[in-house]
Every structure is written in structure tokens, then in C-alpha cells.
């Protein structure tokens, strides 16, 4: 488990989706882009991100739904 890998993740999520967003296909794959060149520039991989929580795009997707359901 990378524990550096769930902290950016949580905290890239929480500084980069923002509440307005709309859960559609080009929004989510945008932010998925952003957050694997951000990751890469502090030096963790894709592949690090991608062994703790699967598919990126549907962890970035589940918060921007769970923000739209007024939970954010």
C-alpha cells in the first residue's frame, strides 16, 4: 500500500474537482489527465495511483457525483 499515493490522491481530488463540474465522459477524463501529469511531477507513477484505487477515472467520477448529491 502507498500511502503516498492515497494522500495525493485525496488531496488533489479535494483541490482540483471543483463543485461545479458535471459528471460527464470529457469533464472526468480532463481531471484524470490533470491528476497522473501532477503526480508525475512529484514523482509518483501512474501505476502506483492506479494499484491502490483501480480505475482513476471512476474514483474522480464517485466525487463528482457525491458532491452533485450535496454531500461535498
Do not use: C
Request: glycine share 6%; hydrophobic share 50%.
Amino acid at each position: 500500500m502507498s500511502t503516498r499515493a492515497v494522500n495525493f490522491l485525496h488531496k488533489w481530488i479535494s483541490n482540483n474537482v471543483p463543485e461545479t463540474v458535471a459528471a460527464d465522459i470529457i469533464s472526468v477524463a480532463e481531471l484524470s489527465q490533470k491528476l497522473f501529469a501532477d503526480a508525475k511531477a512529484i514523482g509518483i507513477g501512474s501505476v502506483e495511483i492506479e494499484e491502490e484505487f483501480g480505475s482513476v477515472y471512476e474514483v474522480i467520477l464517485a466525487a463528482i457525483v457525491h458532491q452533485e448529491a450535496g454531500f461535498g
